[in-house]
């Protein structure tokens, strides 16, 4: 099929738009139809008996071990709610060290001796699965031969309905494990750290006078960004097919250079996406919140209101679930790689992070006068410290193949990690450094300078879009994580850390205050020591800046610029030491976490650089030979007959097809290599080879496509792709 049918293809089903017939009906809202698939609080309190029910909240509300007894009621109310809305499966759900979502399908229904049926789900299924785990990435945690896995259900994590036209299935978050326990998912560190953190959290808030205090938990909220494309480009793309992002791809004529996508009104074929997307999401209980027009052309974002850490991240990999369902139904393919289009920008998943418990809200909510409000000073300062002390892991958490291309350009925040407070909050702590804070810069008003607008409120400090770390009002703003991971690793991180932090911290204030200090003077003097200590992380200024890398040399602050330079963050002697400490991770759950992350990323330039030199060989080199081939017959014409010929349109072809294929030669010699065959020796081959000879061919390949004739391009272009919603 040529480039000119595809791109007429895609005109066309733009101009046929209607979007499905998918929105609430007379007596429907969103509100009444939130959570209709969930088998939520309320749907337990109708369902369970009195003491199960109080069982369950007390281990989801306060930590409390899960009691064996309570399973057999829970799996009985679930089978019974599920089957009334159509489901014949069941499914535990899971989340391997691939970053994505698994799931195993059993049904209800089994055998009995008259020859018929009787749907059946007992406590110990839903307790525990049995999945194969053979296949799954362990890094050295089991051999492959070794298939047995188990799964463990989450009760943390509401199970909900998943609807398909051919049968619904019910779904339940569980963990994944190996024979030993061993983690070989991405949820039971979640949970662990999580424990770990609430723990001596609950520490400091006992010193600050709050008995028995509730418990304290992580909440995240996950902004998530996209990229969409017609699917007529998609599907002509191997490429996009493949690996997620265009290997080859000239700049277009317009970029993103006028700034007149971001905050656009939304297309109306993207909005009816985004509408049924909503309203599916809506029934699983995902609150999504805020849509709009990203930076780019082709660019959005979802995000959604602030949950619990681990029901967000579970919440995070059913919306991209989702997303990809829906955006098929609506003739389009959504893009979540971290670079899908060179030149423009890409995407990230920026997590909102704080903590906090039932009874206090947010402990990282500053007040009017933050400098008076010692308790969260305390909580802050913990960031901080944590942040410095740990800067390694939390770029470790990041590290990609595909995160690469983004991090350290201008349109994401740069790999050196440090943390963004903002006026008032970095005057605070500057006081507080030199001896004590006195006062807190406070709010002003704005007026816009017409009598019908109203006075506004603003803030005391501005934003800071290219810090990594960024303190935004009430809560810190992770901006480094990609948009295709899973926000499960950098919670992880950011819990572990936070739990030695608040641990070190309450440690001081017990010991100052079984010595006699008076604890307000113990604070005081614990933030002084802390802030003088850690505060070289703290950088309001610029972080796209040419002297930023400089000063953060000075400072001491490292900048691993690529997942092979974060990578062995994993695996110091301190990472060690802390995972362990904290029960989040042992030292083969660490090790094996180091080589998936090496497998990984050789794998991903490696199906790229194999895919460059088959785009290049089949699809690329013809094209332009077949152009070659037309201006060098159309000037033997014009010699025949006796016009004098320029050369120079088929030098201009002729030229970059040579290097073209040179670079073919390279990439086919470097693939052909032999790599040591070990995880860190393929890496390294992946970078330092296969990259390097990956942009040599599309180097070649992009500047062809602006010289061969238009309808003899094969692929879509960037100008299509972007702007053909």
């Not at 997620?244 to 006028?258: D, I, M, V, Y």
């Not at 194999?610 to 699809?619: F, H, K, P, V």
Request: charged share 20%; proline share 6%.
């Amino acid at each position: 099929m040529s480039a000119n049918t595809v791109r007429l293809q895609a005109l066309r089903a733009v101009e046929a738009y209607q979007p499905p017939a998918v929105s609430y009906t007379d007596t429907e809202t969103p509100g009444q139809v939130f959570g209709e698939n969930v088998f939520n609080r309320v749907v337990m309190q109708k369902r369970l008996p009195k003491s199960v029910y109080k069982s369950v909240m007390k281990t989801i509300e306060h930590g409390a071990p899960l009691d064996p007894m309570v399973a057999d009621a829970v799996a009985s109310a679930m089978k019974d709610w599920a089957i009334e809305k159509g489901a014949t499966h069941y499914a535990h759900v899971f989340y391997p060290l691939t970053g994505l979502t698994a799931e195993k399908h059993d049904s209800f229904l089994e055998p009995v001796s008259d020859g018929s049926a009787l749907a059946e789900f007992a406590g110990k299924t839903l307790i525990q699965g049995e999945p194969d785990a053979s296949s799954f990435p362990n890094g050295g945690l089991r051999n492959t031969f070794e298939a047995r896995g188990y799964t463990g259900w989450d009760v943390t994590s509401p199970a909900y309905v998943l609807e398909n036209p051919n049968g619904n299935t019910l779904c339940i978050p569980t963990v994944f494990v190996s024979m030993t326990g061993e983690a070989l998912d991405h949820k039971t560190g979640l949970l662990r750290s999580q424990q770990a953190m609430g723990r001596h959290a609950e520490r400091i808030l006992t010193l600050f006078g709050h008995e028995d205090p509730e418990h304290v938990v992580s909440f995240c909220g996950p902004e998530q960004e996209y990229f969409l494309v017609d699917r007529h480009f998609f599907l002509a793309r191997p490429d996009l097919l493949n690996a997620g992002r265009t290997l080859f791809g000239a700049k277009p004529p317009k970029g993103q250079e006028f700034d007149d996508h971001y905050f656009g009104a939304i297309p109306e074929r993207v909005l009816g996406f985004m509408m049924d997307t909503e309203r599916e999401l809506f029934k699983l209980g995902i609150p999504a919140k805020t849509r709009h027009n990203e930076v780019a052309p082709g660019q959005f974002e979802i995000a959604p209101m602030f949950e619990r850490g681990n029901i967000a991240a579970d919440h995070q990999q059913l919306l991209m679930t989702t997303f990809k369902t829906i955006a098929k139904k609506h003739g389009m393919e959504i893009l979540f790689h971290e670079k899908p289009f060179e030149g423009v920008n890409g995407s990230g998943k920026h997590v909102n992070f704080s903590l906090g418990n039932s009874e206090l809200g947010s402990l990282l909510v500053p007040g009017d006068t933050p400098h008076d409000n010692a308790q969260f000073l305390v909580f802050c300062a913990a960031v901080i410290r944590a942040v410095h002390k740990y800067a390694g892991l939390l770029r470790a958490s990041v590290a990609s193949a595909t995160n690469d291309h983004r991090l350290g350009a201008n349109e994401a925040p740069p790999a050196i990690i440090s943390i963004f407070l903002g006026d008032q909050l970095a005057d605070v702590f500057d006081q507080i450094a030199k001896g004590a804070a006195t006062s807190s810069k406070g709010k002003g008003t704005m007026m816009i300078g017409a009598d019908t607008l109203p006075v506004l409120p603003t803030d005391p400090g501005d934003r800071n879009r290219t810090s990594p770390f960024a303190f935004t009002g009430n809560r810190f703003e992770f901006r480094a994580p990609g948009s295709m991971q899973t926000v499960n690793e950098p919670m992880v991180v950011i819990n572990t850390i936070m739990a030695e932090s608040l641990d070190h911290m309450a440690t001081e204030l017990e010991t100052a205050v079984a010595d006699g200090v008076d604890f307000d003077t113990a604070v005081q003097n614990l933030l002084t020591q802390i802030i003088t200590d850690h505060g070289a992380v703290v950088f309001n200024g610029d972080g796209y800046s040419e002297n930023w890398p400089i000063e953060a040399e000075a400072r001491g602050l490292a900048n691993l610029r690529t997942t092979l330079d974060a990578l062995p963050e994993l695996i110091t002697d301190d990472a060690l030491a802390l995972f362990s400490k904290y029960d989040v991770f042992n030292s083969r759950e660490m090790h094996s976490r180091y080589e998936i992350g090496l497998e990984q990323y050789a794998l991903t330039i490696g199906v790229e650089a194999r895919l460059t030199l088959e785009m290049g060989t089949t699809i690329v080199l013809p094209a332009a030979v077949r152009y070659q081939t037309e201006v060098a017959q159309n000037l033997a014409a014009l010699q025949a007959v006796g016009v004098e010929i320029d050369r120079a349109p088929l030098d201009t072809v002729s030229v970059p097809l040579a290097a073209l294929r040179a670079g073919l030669a390279t990439l086919k010699g470097a693939l052909d290599a032999d790599t040591g065959h070990d995880a860190l020796g393929e890496a390294t081959h992946a970078r330092d080879a296969l990259l390097p000879a990956m942009a040599e061919v599309r180097a070649a390949a992009d500047q062809l496509e602006d010289i061969v004739a238009d309808d003899l391009w094969p692929l879509p272009t960037y100008q299509e792709m972007l702007f053909v919603l």
